[in-house]
């Protein structure tokens, strides 16, 4: 009996994330927390699974170690599997090279072995640092009834936006017949989102040929889809209307974030029809003390409230003392704010100490002022640390 998959997930999670600055100094992009309870690695992975996707390569680069363990055997995700499953694929040393992923093509092409080994009709390449729900089968069966060779997931932005993407420009009947990379003045507002459906026999043509292409810079969007548009190969937009967040740089974490609060969430993470799963550490509830105020915000389990909290996200274990102010922040696991002590328009990483009395942001930030502080630092007692600062390093002095 032959064994084979209709389709295979590559993940794509080896990015450093330069722009979300002291958050990625130690861990993958894919790996920082999100929404108190997750990272977001586990968007896409959870995707896969409640869209029957089993079998997921999640190739990793940079600073590997956090998202490697995080990921484990995947059975948080149920992608604990016999034949398929969950499998980290990291650059290795071959007979003939050793080299590093040279972009997200090269990246893909170094690991079709692990593809074809599935022997998949189609293969589905994925972004780990997007927020959002999608159902990949609807979108592999468009490209199935279309008859395409790549199908690209599309969201529409605003104009003033879309000289920041990648823009598709289609016919009536959705056929791509150009790209633009981020153009100055866009003939449309349809923005590529990172998802890609390829036939597997296709995709594996252009990047045998891209390979030995020595004026490639071995890129998706800049040399794989352009030379197949230019062969003429069919290319399809697939436009999608959810909740999408692409989440590599500071403002739009902190955005991504702040759209989980209210009474009507612009993204519901909290949804049982499409749930996602995440390997959230064991503790108990949440706890708020006497005199504790709390409003609007989400408090994982094992944090402790006696101060403030206010418009925020609180991943668990935080720990938040009396006289403490939490506004308008996001606080990631572990985190302890000492007494007195006041944090404004800010992302807490995980680990991080605030001692007595400081002051790490203020109430004239805004979500483009965002101040962050690196994962696992100090801070003494009455330092203050001004709007926007990005924090990597323990603060010892009064103010930064």
């Known amino acids: 009996m032959i064994r084979k998959k209709k389709c ?99 990246a893909i092409y170094q690991n079709l072995h692990f593809i074809k080994q599935f022997d998949p009709d189609y293969v589905l390449i994925l972004s780990g640092d997007h927020i959002y729900k999608m159902n990949y ?101 697939y436009e999608y209307s959810g909740y999408w967040k692409d989440v590599g740089t500071i403002e739009s974490l902190y955005d991504a974030n702040m759209d989980l609060l209210g009474d009507k969430p612009k993204f519901d993470i909290f949804d049982t029809s499409w749930k996602i799963q995440s390997r959230s550490p064991l503790a108990p509830p949440h706890y708020v003390g006497d005199g504790a105020k709390t409003a609007n915000s989400i408090i994982m389990s094992g944090s402790e409230i006696f101060g403030e909290v206010e418009n925020s996200v609180l991943a668990s274990n935080v720990i938040v003392k009396k006289g403490a102010k939490i506004r308008n922040s996001i606080l990631m696991s572990g985190a302890i704010i000492d007494e007195n002590s006041e944090i404004n328009y800010a992302i807490v990483d995980e680990n991080v100490f605030v001692g007595k009395n400081c002051v790490v942001g203020n109430d004239c930030g805004s979500k483009n002022n965002i101040t962050v502080l690196g994962r696992g630092i100090k801070v003494s007692d009455g330092v203050k640390i001004k709007n926007g600062s990005m924090v990597d390093k323990d603060v010892t002095g009064e103010e930064k």
């Open 137 to 237: 089968s609807i979108m592999v069966n468009y490209h199935i009834l279309k008859n395409a060779d790549c199908t690209i997931a599309a969201i529409n932005v605003p104009k003033e936006d879309a000289s920041r993407f990648g823009i598709l420009n289609v016919d009536e009947n959705d056929v791509i017949y150009e790209f633009e990379e981020k153009p100055s003045n866009p003939k449309s507002t349809l923005a590529s989102m990172g998802i890609y459906v390829f036939s597997a026999q296709k995709l594996y043509k252009y990047l045998e040929e891209d390979n030995g292409d020595t004026k490639s810079s071995n890129d998706f969007g800049k040399d794989i889809l352009p030379k197949m548009l230019n062969c003429g190969e069919r290319m399809l937009a």
């Open 8 to 106: 295979v997930a590559m993940l794509l999670a080896g990015g450093q994330g330069s722009r979300l600055y002291a958050l990625t100094n130690n861990i993958a992009k894919p790996a920082v927390s999100f929404g108190g309870k997750y990272r977001i690695i586990d968007f896409p992975l959870s995707n896969c699974v409640n869209s029957g996707i089993d079998t997921v390569g999640v190739l990793t680069q940079y600073q590997p170690l956090v998202l490697n363990d995080y990921i484990g055997n995947g059975q948080p995700w149920d992608l604990d599997r016999a034949f398929g499953g969950v499998h980290i694929l990291s650059p290795y040393q071959g007979k003939n090279s050793s080299d590093w992923y040279k972009g997200t093509a090269n």
